[in-house]
């Protein structure tokens, strides 16, 4: 069983406030699960449930469970069975947020974060991620508005810089965004991911048709990251744009040996089908 990292948000409550027994069961299953002995925990959380089916951390417990096999409506269930029992708990909150978005449910997300920062707007990545929900639903301008609220709270928060800047640009608000490039990549220059931010500051300047910065950014990109499948195409479809069809199709051909259309963040565009339309042939 893959062990998913919750931070082990198995719940442990002080025992007094629940019989000796339940309290027992949750905390025995809790080792099991750092152990990585989950089916074992399961049972443990399953007989706390059973003994007393008013402690909500048994509850929370049993949906990290289902949660790493992957049976998210389950998890969801239980999650708020805790919550109904003890609401003020915001971790099972968030767990049920991540939950959601994992179902790509991104609305019922942004409730649960919603909720969370009502209450505790302090709380860890909260604006972030309830921004990265907004993202995917297009809701730029809601989060462009968190994004700068989690940078407020946290200015060298390296993932929300990099977020907020990819929103300027899906904004239009390209010089804005070209300032915000050269401050992060001064600011973090030793950045794993510093190739996914020269790659996107390369698709900045296509925008603003600034072709051969695009180009000397996607080298930077590829360079940092020689097989980076997403920057190979990118540099084709600017290789294209300069007229250069020869270069352009031997990165495509590239790419696509790479696995770029089994990316993540692969997403077929009009550029795209001009790449592929000019060296399908």
């Known amino acids: 069983m893959n062990k998913i990292k919750l931070s082990l948000l198995f719940i442990l409550l002080s025992a007094f406030l629940y019989s000796q027994e339940e309290a027992e ?101 909260i604006y972030f991620d309830r921004a990265y929900a907004n993202i995917r639903l297009e809701n730029y301008e809601i989060a462009k508005t968190d994004l700068e609220s989690q940078i407020k709270m946290n200015p060298k928060d390296f993932k929300s810089l990099a977020n907020l800047i990819n929103i300027k640009t899906k904004l239009e608000l390209y010089e804005e965004a070209k300032l915000d490039y050269e401050k992060i990549l001064n600011d973090f220059p030793r950045q794993e991911n510093l190739h996914i931010l020269y790659n996107n500051r390369a698709s900045l300047y296509i925008e603003t048709n600034e072709l051969e910065k695009a180009l000397k950014d996607v080298n930077k990109s590829i360079k940092l990251k020689r097989k980076y499948s997403m920057g190979i195409l990118n540099r084709g479809n600017i290789y294209l744009k300069l007229g250069n069809t020869k270069k352009a199709c031997k990165d495509f051909k590239k790419a696509i040996k790479l696995g770029v259309l089994k990316g993540d963040h692969f997403k077929a565009d009009e550029d795209f089908e001009k790449l592929k339309t000019n060296c399908e042939k």
């Open 25 to 125: 069961l949750n905390k025995k299953g809790i080792q099991f699960a750092k152990k990585g002995k989950i089916n074992k925990a399961f049972e443990l959380f399953e007989k706390a449930i059973k003994t007393n089916p008013d402690f909500p951390n048994a509850y929370s417990n049993r949906g990290n469970v289902y949660r790493m096999r992957k049976e998210y409506d389950l998890a969801i269930k239980d999650y708020s069975k805790s919550i109904q029992l003890n609401p003020e708990n915001f971790g099972v909150i968030y767990s049920r947020a991540s939950v959601y978005l994992e179902k790509n449910e991104f609305k019922n997300a942004i409730k649960d974060y919603s909720t969370i920062i009502n209450k505790k707007p302090s709380y860890k990545t």
